[in-house]
């Protein structure tokens, strides 16, 4: 079983199932790993740690970010799971890390930074100011929103 008839085999089990956003992130990881491959398919035994590190780079340079990248790899992982699963892939070729094998690629430092945004005084006054009673299904929100803002010391 090569690596895009894995993935295709994935695909159609997902849209059998009707798991169409799972599905979509199988399909788009499989695409990228196409145009990373130049349409070349390859066998399980040929991905390793430079294959992923390669594939990592090539992400990055088309505008991926950490957790871009993570999401793509992480699909690739749970594809090479499965094909260990069915017999596709001898466990002992497994390339990512594990407790097992610490020279695996790990994916843990792909984690995406957050870039934290605050409400500036004047949007927060604005907001204490809001006519909540013209909009009555948002009370809630409201209410849950400004006792937690007033609940953390400010």
Same mark, same amino acid.
């Given at each position: ?7 295709? &085999?994935?695909?159609?089990?997902? %849209? /059998? *199932? ?12 499989? =695409?990228?790993?196409?145009k990373f491959t130049n349409n070349k398919d390859i066998s399980?035994? *040929? ?14 340079? %088309? ?6 990248? $993570? $999401?793509?790899? %992480? &699909?690739? @992982?749970?594809? &090479?799971?499965?094909?260990? %699963? @069915? ?7 497994? #390339?990512?890390? &594990?407790?097992? /094998? ?14 934290? @945004? ?14 909540? *009673?013209?909009? #009555?299904?948002?009370? =809630? ?14």
């Amino acid at each position: 079983m090569s690596l895009y008839n894995m993935y295709k &085999t994935i695909i159609k089990e997902l %849209r /059998n *199932a009707e798991k169409v956003n799972t599905l979509d992130i199988y399909q788009t990881s499989l =695409n990228l790993l196409i145009k990373f491959t130049n349409n070349k398919d390859i066998s399980f035994y *040929a991905i390793d740690y430079n294959f992923l590190k390669s594939f990592e780079s090539f992400l990055l340079k %088309r505008g991926n970010s950490g957790g871009g990248i $993570h $999401h793509h790899m %992480r &699909t690739l @992982r749970a594809i &090479t799971n499965e094909a260990i %699963r @069915r017999k596709y892939l001898e466990a002992e070729y497994y #390339p990512f890390s &594990t407790q097992f /094998n610490k020279e695996g690629y790990s994916l843990s430092h792909l984690k995406s930074q957050a870039a934290p @945004r605050a409400l500036s005084e004047k949007d927060m006054e604005s907001f204490k100011k809001f006519n909540i *009673a013209k909009y #009555p299904d948002f009370e =809630n929100s409201y209410n849950y929103f400004m006792f937690s803002y007033y609940a953390s010391g400010n």
